[in-house]
C-alpha cells in the first residue's frame, strides 16, 4: 500500500542528545514537509523539500535539521540546540509543493527527559 | 499576516446531531486555498476538502459540508447527523502561495466528540 511511514511512534531521549526522526514516503511524491504539534496547538511547519537535494527552513527551523538524499526520504534531526524538542512530530508529502493535498504519516511523540 | 482562527476549543454532542466548526482567516492576499484536515486519535491529518478563494460555492460530500464567505472571511464545516467516528481534532488551514502546501497556517484545531 502506497502511503508514508514514520517510525518510530514513540521516542525517548535523554536531554543534549541528538534524535534523528525517519519519514519514507512510496507516493512518489517531490515535496515533502516535517511539521510540530504541541498540545492544543496547530501544526508548525519546520522544514520543508521540493526536490531532493533541497530544502527550505519554515516558521520554527531552530534547533532542527534536514536531508533530502533520497525522494523517498525526509529525515529530521532534532539536535540539543532545540530548546524545547518533547512534541509530537509528523512528516507529509505532496505530489509538488503547490495546489496538491498532503498525505501525512502517523506522526512520532517525541519525549525529552 | 495570515491567520487562522478556530474559536471553538472543544465541541461536544451527541449522536445524529448536526454540528458546525467555525474558521475564520486572515490574509492580504486575493488569492489563497483554505483547507479542512480531521485528526482522528492515531494521530495522522486526514486531508477533507481544498477551496480556492475564487470559488466561493458550498460543497457537499455525504455528511459534510462546507460553507465559504469571503464576505466574513470564514470555511465553516458541518457535519451533519454526527457519528462516535466523527470524534476527532479538525483542523482548518490557509495557504496564501496559490496553494503551496510549503506554506499552510493552521489553527489550533477544535476537538470534537460525539458521544453516543
Known amino acids: 500500500d502506497g502511503g508514508i511511514t514514520q517510525s518510530p511512534k514513540y521516542l525517548f531521549r535523554k536531554e543534549g542528545q541528538n534524535v534523528t526522526l525517519s519519514c519514507e514516503q512510496n507516493l512518489n511524491h517531490d515535496a515533502m514537509y516535517w511539521y510540530r504539534q504541541d498540545p492544543g496547538q496547530g501544526l508548525r511547519l519546520i522544514y520543508y523539500s521540493q526536490i531532493v537535494n533541497d530544502f527550505q527552513k519554515g516558521d520554527i527551523a531552530e534547533g532542527y535539521s534536514v536531508s533530502r538524499e533520497k525522494k523517498e526520504s525526509f529525515p529530521l534531526t532534532v539536535t540539543s540546540a532545540q530548546k524545547n524538542p518533547t512534541a509530537f512530530y509528523l512528516c507529509a508529502s505532496s505530489i509538488a509543493l503547490t495546489d496538491t493535498e498532503a498525505f501525512f504519516g502517523q506522526g512520532t511523540r517525541l519525549t525529552v527527559v | 499576516a495570515q491567520k487562522v482562527t478556530q474559536a471553538q476549543t472543544e465541541i461536544s454532542v451527541v449522536e445524529k446531531e448536526d454540528v458546525t466548526l467555525d474558521c475564520v482567516y486572515e490574509t492580504r492576499d486575493t488569492t489563497y486555498y483554505l483547507f479542512w484536515y480531521k485528526q482522528p486519535p492515531s494521530g495522522e491529518l486526514v486531508f477533507l476538502i481544498r477551496?480556492?478563494?475564487?470559488?466561493?460555492q458550498n460543497e457537499i460530500s455525504g455528511r459534510y459540508s462546507w460553507n465559504f464567505q469571503k464576505s466574513t472571511s470564514s470555511f465553516n464545516f458541518t457535519i451533519t447527523a454526527s457519528q462516535v467516528v466523527d470524534s476527532a481534532v479538525y483542523f482548518c488551514a490557509l495557504s496564501e502561495r496559490i496553494g503551496s502546501q510549503g506554506n499552510l497556517i493552521f489553527g489550533k484545531g477544535t476537538k470534537l466528540s460525539v458521544k453516543p
Open positions: 477551496r480556492n478563494s475564487f470559488d466561493e
